[in-house]
């Protein structure tokens, strides 16, 4: 029996060691199901389990720039911008604390949908905004308005489009699912660009007014009326 503890006291050390090696802070999983509308803006929920090893006075998770209508738990978040992000302030519900927890933010995302190099609409949509910790799990839904009929590419910061070969998806009517099966580093950003039809999202293009002779004579009979 003797002979037998220090071999169960090695095996009960290496054992704790792969259990704190495997529970530093971070995501262990990070969910984003979008909506995009006919308007070109999404509804984005995301929804992100957290482990947290150590009490942090700040915690903020990053989504896009110009979102609005944020909300956290269903309550309205508290926000800063910096450097094209806005960081959704997490401390209240998680500074000082340790454990497992879930946290779930819904926003709105303006204008996704822009003209391309050949005029074609496109859907542009930020997935993923630099989280200051690892994301050991992504999963993501994207709900359009009409059937998916073209590729969509996807890009990361640290990979840029090699992380297609990380990741799975499947496009079926007009919702697109997928994973990535790689931890996504600190900092990772991941975006998703698919082409769409304008049947759905027509171009309108804006001519910008000038005034005519016309109304160059009248505005200068306007300003003489004034001064006389």
Same mark, same amino acid.
Request: overall charge negative; hydrophobic content about 40%; aromatic content about 8%.
């Given at each position: 029996?003797?002979?037998?503890?220090?071999?169960? %006291? /090695?095996?009960?050390?290496?054992?704790? %060691?792969?259990?704190?090696?495997?529970?530093?802070?971070?995501?262990?999983?990070?969910? +984003?199901?979008?909506?995009?509308?006919?308007?070109?803006?999404?509804?984005?929920?995301?929804?992100?389990?957290?482990?947290?090893? &150590? !009490?942090?006075?700040?915690?903020?998770? !990053? /989504?896009?720039?110009?979102?609005?209508?944020?909300?956290? *738990? =269903? *309550?309205?978040?508290?926000?800063?911008?910096?450097?094209?992000?806005?960081?959704?302030?997490?401390?209240?519900?998680?500074? =000082?604390? +340790?454990?497992?927890?879930?946290?779930?933010?819904?926003?709105?995302? !303006?204008?996704?949908?822009?003209?391309?190099? @050949?005029?074609? !609409?496109?859907?542009?949509?930020?997935?993923?905004? $630099?989280?200051?910790?690892?994301?050991?799990?992504?999963?993501?839904?994207?709900?359009?308005?009409?059937?998916?009929?073209?590729?969509?590419?996807?890009?990361?910061?640290?990979? &840029? &489009?090699? /992380?297609?070969?990380?990741?799975?998806?499947?496009?079926?009517?007009?919702?697109?699912? $997928?994973?990535?099966?790689?931890?996504?580093?600190?900092?990772?950003?991941?975006?998703?660009?698919?082409? %769409?039809?304008?049947?759905?999202?027509?171009?309108?293009?804006?001519?910008?007014?000038?005034? =005519?002779?016309?109304?160059? +004579? @009248?505005? +200068?009979?306007?300003?003489? *009326?004034?001064?006389?």
């Amino acid at each position: 029996m003797k002979r037998l503890l220090p071999l169960v %006291l /090695i095996i009960a050390l290496l054992l704790s %060691l792969a259990v704190s090696a495997s529970a530093t802070t971070g995501a262990t999983s990070v969910r +984003v199901d979008a909506v995009l509308s006919d308007d070109g803006t999404c509804q984005v929920t995301a929804t992100v389990n957290l482990h947290m090893d &150590q !009490p942090l006075e700040k915690v903020q998770f !990053p /989504i896009p720039g110009n979102a609005y209508g944020i909300t956290v *738990g =269903g *309550g309205m978040a508290v926000t800063r911008k910096s450097g094209g992000v806005t960081y959704v302030d997490l401390s209240r519900m998680l500074g =000082g604390v +340790v454990g497992d927890f879930t946290v779930i933010l819904r926003y709105s995302l !303006p204008g996704t949908v822009t003209y391309n190099d @050949l005029l074609r !609409p496109e859907l542009n949509l930020p997935m993923l905004s $630099g989280f200051q910790y690892p994301v050991s799990n992504l999963e993501f839904s994207v709900t359009l308005p009409e059937q998916i009929q073209y590729t969509p590419v996807f890009s990361s910061g640290y990979h &840029q &489009q090699t /992380i297609e070969e990380d990741l799975l998806y499947i496009a079926a009517g007009n919702q697109i699912t $997928g994973s990535v099966s790689t931890e996504l580093k600190a900092h990772e950003t991941l975006s998703m660009r698919l082409e %769409l039809t304008e049947e759905t999202f027509p171009r309108t293009l804006v001519e910008p007014w000038s005034a =005519g002779v016309e109304d160059q +004579v @009248l505005a +200068v009979i306007a300003v003489l *009326g004034l001064i006389y």
